[in-house]
């Protein structure tokens, strides 16, 4: 196969993507093994997120693919990592045109942060804060318009910028809402929740719907790692037990961990004891 | 004072009301060590336990020695009969005795006059005299129609209820049937959990596990019998609640939470049909299928739990918006919706789907805002499901003149959109609501109730009006056609009829 065989490839895979890890492991790990032909497969991202076709759910989906992409780069001596970094501004203002993406893009951003050498605590927990400016209070009471910010960053800061800004515009929005005199009558949910609005970054009830799901499934399996461990030796010892499981909840000073200890030991004898015929 | 490792154990036992105070004392100090979350199990604990003539390791505790038939049967007032055991903290290791199921106690609740029996009661044969109780192990077969079915009374996400008899004692016990073909991996872990949970109880409204049973393929759990679930007797045509009945139903409700939500347990499945109740309005909180106990967290940490709980019409916003931090106030929503349907009997937001139960609870309770809901924003889905319009509540308009006052203040409190405002359980039985006349009536009436109310047979009975209706507008319909072509043979009738069931749908 050669390079143009094998985006038109991986392209494919994205277009196909669906939330599921098993899914998203698999495109990551396609990505990864053509590694060779990275400088080919890496604008593909960006051409199928321009696609027209492309829906709002697919987008997210794509956003998440990254996140698992740069997850398992280390195994691959960091490919992708350098190439993505720079694009990432671009996707971001790319996922976020619907600002349904924005929560998916926020968790997403916070895990890919980690494998960079940036510390972006101060955006993380921006996120979470009242984004709007002195103007933007008074543009919000004269009912004017948002202005957008520029940045001269790259990278990953710009990339948190941009989402930070999204953020900040949808305050915007919102507060201007709260300002209009509440509505009395009984509305439908088309007109509450603008579901079947022309709007081409709007979601219909039906994906909303299916991305409810898709969200609920991934929380799911995102708890089926919970209990892994990191073993150096294949051993199975009982302070493993005790600092991965007990310490995690109430660490245990010397005297109680000794006692902890005897206790296992004591359970473990009454355990055996219990059998009527001899163990080991 | 009973010695802690050598009071009486479950079937030799003699003083009920002792070993009855000392569980629940037990209880709390299991209750203290699982919130503090350091419990160390004791060296000299388990070291008693072990040495304790009586002692019997995990495994078939139902079958040890039992005294005979006769003596069983004469004072069995004071012997608890063995069974799964009763009371036990979270901690479950440190109670050192198995204690036999608190089902005695249980029962007595109901059934003041009626003498509680064993679930299985059979004649032992002669035992060898040189053998402790622990030695003797017996093979319980269940002779065949010890229990009776007597007739399905709910089905439900793992299996059906029966009514069922015990042909010796004449008492009814419902059977739970775990549903078990579909599962391939094995014993549900949902199931332990539920088990795990309902052994755990002992408290007059919430529902206690008696036992389990195994018959062939199928487990059972089996529990004490009532006569009606809550969205059953509210469907029922006669009833007629006084503000005394709605509060006697509803501080039990409250009590029975507020045990839970002490216990740090969540039900997460609050709903009518899962409230049931006896002949005179006594209630039990039933169905723990989705109840889990609250996770211990460090300083920092956040819960993290699934959003797939609770019927949809009973969800609070917080969890259609996709909240996985949420705590015991999504009982509190749905007990709330419960008290509002004492008054008007169907449940006031039934949407179909997330987008149109929020629609319906915006368009009663108003959108939230910067000032009862400033946080509304974290939530995972609130920019997919944010309001794009400005709603005012209507809940006074609509709901306030039919209620008394301190009803209707308490149901504004409950049905906070913010999780965060809502009540505690604790502070809800302090609520003037209870405090102020009329005082709590138990609902003697519906003892002449005819038949049992439950969910189960009010879909049936409603299915069957249906089925009757459309037979009656079908031959109606069908005179009708015959009349109009015997007048003119090329005319037919197209006018579209309603079906009852869409039209339900609407409401
Ligand atoms: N102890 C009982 N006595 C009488 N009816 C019961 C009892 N337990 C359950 N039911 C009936 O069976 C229905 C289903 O039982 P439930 O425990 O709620 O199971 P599910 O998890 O399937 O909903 C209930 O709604 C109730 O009507
Ligand atoms: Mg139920």
Same mark, same amino acid.
């Given at each position: ?25 698999k495109a ?22 321009h ?28 490919a992708y ?29 916070c ?37 957008s ?7 990953l ?14 305050q ?62 294949s ?23 000794k006692?902890?200890?005897?206790a296992?030991?004591?359970l473990?004898?009454?355990v ?8 080991y | ?12 036992g ?11 004392r037990?209880?709390?100090n299991?209750q203290?060590?699982f ?23 995990s ?23 063995s ?34 029996k ?9 035992i ?31 299996? +059906? ?24 991996e ?15 109880f002992?408290?007059p409204?919430?529902i ?31 009833l ?18 507020n ?20 002949k ?14 609250? +996770? ?39 007990v ?23 629609? +319906? ?17 974290k ?20 709901f ?10 308490l ?5 906070m ?43 049936q ?45 609407k409401?």
């Amino acid at each position: 196969m050669d390079s143009f065989d094998i985006a038109n490839q991986f392209a494919q895979l994205l277009r196909n993507l669906t939330p599921q890890i098993g899914v998203l492991n698999k495109a990551a790990t396609f990505a990864l093994k053509n590694s060779d032909n990275e400088d080919y497969l890496f604008p593909t991202i960006l051409n199928v997120l321009h696609d027209k076709n492309l829906n709002i759910n697919q987008k997210s989906t794509i956003f998440q693919f990254i996140d698992v992409l740069i997850d398992e780069a280390h195994k691959y001596n960091g490919a992708y990592v350098k190439n993505i970094e720079k694009i990432l501004p671009a996707i971001i203002k790319n996922i976020c045109v619907s600002s349904s993406n924005m929560f998916n893009v926020y968790q997403s951003l916070c895990s890919i942060s980690k494998h960079f050498k940036i510390n972006v605590k101060e955006y993380e927990d921006k996120f979470y804060t009242d984004l709007l400016t002195e103007e933007d209070k008074k543009l919000i009471e004269e009912n004017g318009q948002i202005e957008s910010k520029k940045f001269d960053d790259h990278g990953l800061i710009l990339a948190w910028k941009i989402l930070l800004e999204r953020k900040r515009r949808s305050q915007f929005e919102r507060a201007k809402l709260l300002r209009s005199n509440p509505i009395h009558e009984t509305v439908e949910e088309d007109e509450l929740f603008k579901v079947k609005s022309k709007d081409k970054y709007a979601l219909s009830k039906r994906q909303i719907l299916s991305r409810l799901e898709d969200d609920r499934e991934l929380h799911k399996r995102s708890k089926e790692n919970l209990w892994n461990v990191n073993r150096d030796k294949s051993v199975l010892t009982e302070q493993e037990f005790k600092d991965h499981y007990w310490n995690k909840f109430n660490a245990l000073n010397d005297e109680e961990g000794k006692e902890f200890f005897n206790a296992l030991s004591d359970l473990n004898d009454l355990v055996s004891a219990s059998y009527k015929d001899q163990q080991y | 004072m009973v010695d802690k490792f050598n009071r009486p154990t479950g079937p030799r036992g003699n003083n009920n009301q002792q070993q009855r105070d000392y569980n629940s004392r037990d209880y709390n100090n299991n209750q203290r060590d699982f919130q503090r979350s350091s419990y160390i199990p004791h060296k000299s604990n388990s070291k008693n336990s072990q040495s304790r003539d009586s002692y019997v390791p995990s495994g078939p505790k139902r079958d040890q020695y039992r005294p005979n038939n006769n003596g069983f049967r004469k004072d069995n007032n004071n012997i608890r009969p063995s069974g799964p055991s009763g009371p036990s903290g979270p901690s479950g290791t440190k109670r050192p005795l198995p204690s036999g199921p608190s089902s005695l106690k249980k029962r007595r609740d109901f059934h003041h006059n009626n003498i509680p029996k064993g679930p299985k009661i059979r004649a032992i044969p002669e035992i060898r005299k040189d053998l402790l109780p622990h030695q003797i192990y017996t093979i319980n077969k269940t002779g065949p129609n010890i229990y009776e079915k007597v007739q399905q009374v709910g089905e439900g996400t793992y299996g +059906k209820v029966y009514k069922v008899k015990h042909n010796r004692t004449n008492e009814f016990v419902a059977f739970k049937k775990l549903r078990l073909e579909s599962e391939r991996e094995g014993f549900p872990i949902t199931a332990i959990r539920e088990i795990k949970l309902l052994q755990s109880f002992d408290h007059p409204n919430v529902i206690g596990l008696l036992e389990m049973m195994i018959e062939k393929n199928s487990i059972y759990m089996v529990f004490d019998y009532l006569d009606h679930d809550l969205t059953g007797l509210l469907s029922h045509p006669d009833l007629n609640l006084q503000e005394s009945h709605r509060k006697y139903i509803f501080k039990q409700l409250i009590s029975g939470l507020n045990y839970l939500h002490e216990k740090r347990i969540i039900h997460r499945d609050i709903k009518g049909s899962n409230i049931l109740l006896d002949k005179i309005g006594n209630l039990k909180i039933a169905d723990f299928g989705l109840a889990r106990p609250m +996770k211990i967290l460090t300083a920092g940490e956040l819960p993290d739990y699934t959003n797939r709980v609770i019927t949809i019409w009973y969800r609070p916003p917080e969890l259609l918006l996709g909240a996985t931090d949420y705590g015991r106030e999504v009982d509190i929503w749905g007990v709330g919706c419960l008290l509002m349907e004492l008054y008007y009997k169907v449940a006031i937001f039934r949407g179909l789907d997330e987008i149109s139960q929020l629609c +319906k609870i915006f368009n009663i309770m108003g959108t939230p805002n910067m000032s009862n809901w400033p946080d509304i924003d974290k939530l995972p889905w609130f920019e997919m499901l944010k309001p794009r319009l400005n709603l005012a509540s209507k809940f006074e308009d609509k709901f306030k003149k039919t209620m008394s006052i301190e009803a209707f203040k308490l149901a504004e409190k409950l049905l906070m959109l913010n999780p965060k405002s809502r009540p505690t359980s604790e502070e809800i039985l302090q609520d003037e609501y209870f405090k102020n006349d009329p005082k709590p009536e138990p609902l003697y009436f519906i003892k002449d109730f005819e038949g049992e109310w439950h969910e189960f047979e009010t879909k049936q009975r409603r299915r069957e009006e249906r089925k009757r209706i459309k037979e009656e507008e079908d031959a109606e319909a069908n005179a009708r056609k015959e009349r109009i072509e015997k007048v003119s043979p090329q005319c037919t009738d197209k006018s579209v009829k309603t079906s009852p069931e869409s039209k339900d749908a609407k409401e």
